[in-house]
């Protein structure tokens, strides 16, 4: 950013070590005006990243900076990023995961926190300009300068994610957000980890302007030259609400108001956001020294929990399936069929005009395609209502869905995605009629949840376009795709499908064919086992507990009826039939077609429902499924150990055969397909702090008590038997890899 004469320091050496990347990763130049450029610019790099060598550097580059101003030849320090929309993407997670003692953790904070001390105490005016990306030590950094300009980009995010890897902003992030903006308006920053448009950041006083990109330069030195001059921007009035609710007794309400929604939206599980109010609450009159030491204590208590161990161990996960799969080129697609305007295809078609796709709807009944446009609107209109999405621009991607009986427009389309009713004969007739409609260079997906999509491949000539694209429902809510691999499909198929999901910002998992695919072939056995345990004698709402305590987002009787009870009992039969006695439904579960009910979508399941919203669990239906209406009490730790011991001993299955490429892929499916706790880190990171030897050991007492369905995978005998992890496994038949 500067110009003029560069007077002094900090040139790039040339050696390609990691301490010197670090050193080359800022720069300071100080203009022939006396304004110091501090300026951000990781080599080789997209993001910049606060590494301890990182924050070395610039602790004596602010050295410099106070020499000089001590000096007389430094007025004024600006710290900028040369990475167009990329200010600063926070500290280095590496580091934060390798800290294994309290006092380390601690020792680290404190020391972040002196650097940006001495910069919050230099005798000089300091003025962040902030473009793009501006995360964790990032915020941390510009809170301590003087006066913050951000860009209106759209990739200028302002925020303090460390919530999200189980600890809280140590870099004095904790406490000097709430002093600047107030607590009101810091608390979601920092329980949640959401960031904030420039827009936002302005009006929350988190900065105080906000420019286009262009004119930032432009904008810095005239006010430079404001400050020159003598007139110093005064500092922006807070909020009227964070005046009113300045005091101490309305603070300590607004503390105990969010405990409460903290203890709500996470029952416990994360402790993080929980010391983060406590050292709030402790902090709040102390002076900012004192605060700081306290957050830095709290920081380095919370490093250490397994619970940041295994948030950052899946915040790991999602960065490495944003990497692509094979090293085929995507096609490009701009166009993209829908065929089946369902409660799949309408949410699939709202979604790719989001993202913005032109979307051709097809089904054979106006209806239906009615309704799917129905749906699509008012998914749009639930992200207009949230301001994601302004109204203009919503009703152009509306009209970016055009509906059709028939196959026109499909010759254009570059991608399509078969989403008709769930029957291999109209699934393969769809495909055939299709790969007459569109041109060569299209690929084709199908939306199936248990079909074959080997089997479909059959029936097509070009079978290499082809592959599986398994959304979840709702399409808008849950992130997860799997992208199955039918035997004959080509990696460039798969690139491309995956370049598109990746576009629709969902979390693609690469998966071979096979019944159930990944998510659904493991949550089977998990439902299943709670059909056991109602006919040992459990109650539907011990059971829903039990799991909910263990963190699933829901119990499984209730996701049955989520599911669809008719809809569960059929992929139920799918993967009997495919694997034989251990996938027997359990014989309660046999009982539910001749029980009538279809779950939720019907009004009655398990539980009974009013319109949308859920009564009360309905004890008419033991008695529905020939069971005592009496009911006995299993603990809750083995109504849990049940339904977790299968669902990873089924995984286990998963991994020997290959359907996917490690135990990862399985934590990341069940993450995202099924919302399995993330704070336990996924369900193989779970096996593994078991030990696999005491998952044997646990399945083989089940099985002896309780039958063949717990008889231990062979790749739990042999994880066991060498003292290894799952994750340490690789797949005997890599088929999932590519390249
Ligand atoms: P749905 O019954 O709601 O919709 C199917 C639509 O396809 C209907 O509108 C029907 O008119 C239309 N259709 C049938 N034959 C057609 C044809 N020849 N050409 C064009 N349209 C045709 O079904 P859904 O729940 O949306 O499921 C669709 C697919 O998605 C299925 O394969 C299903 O297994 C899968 N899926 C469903 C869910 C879910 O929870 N509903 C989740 C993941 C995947």
Redesign the pocket.
Same mark, same amino acid.
């Given at each position: 950013m500067a110009n003029d004469t560069k007077v002094a320091t900090g040139g790039a050496v040339e050696d390609d070590t990691a301490a010197a990347v670090d050193r080359n990763a800022l720069t300071l130049e100080v203009d022939a005006g006396g304004t110091a450029w501090l300026t951000f610019d990781r080599p080789d790099s997209r993001a910049n990243i606060l590494t301890s060598g990182v924050m070395q550097r610039l602790d004596a580059l602010l050295g410099e900076v106070e020499a000089g101003a001590q000096a007389g030849h430094i007025k004024a320090l600006v710290i900028t990023s040369a990475k167009p929309g990329m200010f600063i993407a926070g500290a280095n997670i590496d580091e934060i995961a390798g800290i294994t003692d309290p006092a380390e953790g601690e020792a680290g904070s404190r020391r972040g926190q002196a650097v940006f001390s001495r910069l919050d105490r230099l005798q000089l005016f300091t003025v962040a300009a902030v473009d793009g990306v501006c995360l964790g030590g990032g915020t941390e950094l510009i809170l301590a300068c003087d006066y913050r300009i951000a860009t209106d980009a759209p990739a200028t995010k302002i925020g303090l994610p460390e919530i999200q890897l189980g600890i809280i902003p140590g870099f004095g992030g904790t406490t000097r957000l709430p002093r600047l903006v107030g607590l009101t308006a810091a608390l979601p920053l920092i329980l949640t980890g959401k960031t904030v448009t420039a827009s936002k950041a302005y009006r929350m006083g988190l900065v105080d302007e906000r420019v286009h990109p262009a004119i930032l330069r432009e904008r810095v030195r005239a006010l430079l030259a404001e400050v020159a001059a003598g007139r110093r921007p005064q500092a922006r009035k807070r909020p009227l609400l964070e005046r009113i609710t300045g005091s101490s007794l309305a603070r300590g309400f607004v503390l105990s108001q969010a405990r409460k929604q903290v203890l709500k939206e996470t029952k416990g599980h994360y402790p993080a956001p929980l010391a983060a109010l406590e050292t709030l609450t402790r902090t709040e009159s102390l002076p900012l020294d004192r605060a700081l030491e306290e957050e830095a204590r709290t920081l380095g208590r919370l490093v250490v929990t397994p619970v940041s161990k295994n948030l950052i161990h899946v915040f790991r996960l999602m960065e490495a399936a944003k990497k692509p799969v094979t090293p085929a080129s995507p096609r490009d697609v701009a166009k993209v069929g829908v $065929?089946?305007?369902? !409660?799949?295809?309408g949410g699939i078609a709202q979604l790719l005009a989001y993202r913005g796709y032109a979307v051709r709807l097809?089904?054979?009944?106006s209806a239906?395609l009615g309704?799917?446009l129905k749906t699509a609107r008012e998914l749009f209109d639930k992200v207009v209502k949230r301001g994601r999405l302004h109204r203009r621009e919503a009703e152009r991607m509306m009209a970016a869905i055009s509906p059709t009986l028939d196959y026109s427009g499909f010759g254009t389309a570059e991608l399509v995605i078969e989403?008709?009713?769930?029957r291999m004969e $109209?699934?393969k007739? !769809?495909l055939r009629e299709l790969e007459g409609q569109v041109t060569s260079g299209c690929v084709l997906t199908?939306?199936?949840?248990?079909?074959s999509v080997t089997e479909m491949q059959g029936a097509l000539e070009r079978p290499e376009d082809f592959c599986g694209m398994?959304?979840?429902?709702p399409v808008n809510r849950m992130p997860l795709v799997e992208i199955v691999r039918g035997e004959q499909t080509s990696d460039e198929a798969i690139a491309t499908v995956w370049a598109v999901t990746r576009k629709l910002d969902k979390t693609p998992v690469l998966v071979q064919d096979g019944p159930g695919f990944l998510v659904n072939r493991i949550l089977a056995p998990y439902m299943n086992e709670a059909g056991w345990l109602l006919v040992d004698g459990a109650s539907v709402e011990s059971i829903d507990r039990a799991l909910v305590a263990f963190g699933m987002p829901m119990g499984p009787m209730r996701l049955l009826d989520e599911?669809?009870l008719d809809?569960a009992h059929h992929v139920s039969g799918i993967l009997h039939q495919a694997f034989g006695a251990r996938m027997a439904p359990a014989p309660a579960l046999e009982k539910l077609p001749a029980t009538k009910r279809l779950g939720r979508k019907g009004g009655l399941g398990f539980y009974t429902y009013e319109g949308s919203r859920e009564k009360a669990p309905d004890a008419s239906m033991y008695a529905a499924l020939g069971l005592p209406a009496t009911r006995r009490d299993i603990p809750r730790e083995v109504i849990q150990e049940r339904c977790i011991l299968v669902m990873i001993n089924e995984a286990a299955r998963v991994l020997e055969e290959g359907i996917v490429r490690g135990a990862g892929d399985v934590d990341l499916g069940l993450i995202t397909g099924t919302g399995f706790p993330p704070f336990r880190g996924g369900l193989m990171r779970y096996a593994d702090s078991l030990g696999a030897a005491s998952v044997l050991e646990k399945l083989e007492r089940y099985a002896r008590d309780l039958g063949e369905r717990f008889e231990p995978a062979p790749l739990v005998r042999a994880r066991a038997a060498e003292g290894a992890s799952f994750y340490g496994a690789r797949p005997k038949r890599p088929v999932a890899t590519v390249g």
């Open positions: $065929v089946g305007a369902g !409660v799949m295809g097809k089904d054979i009944q239906a309704h799917g989403a008709v009713v769930e $109209v699934k007739a !769809v199908s939306n199936t949840s248990a079909l398994h959304f979840f429902n599911v669809g809809v």
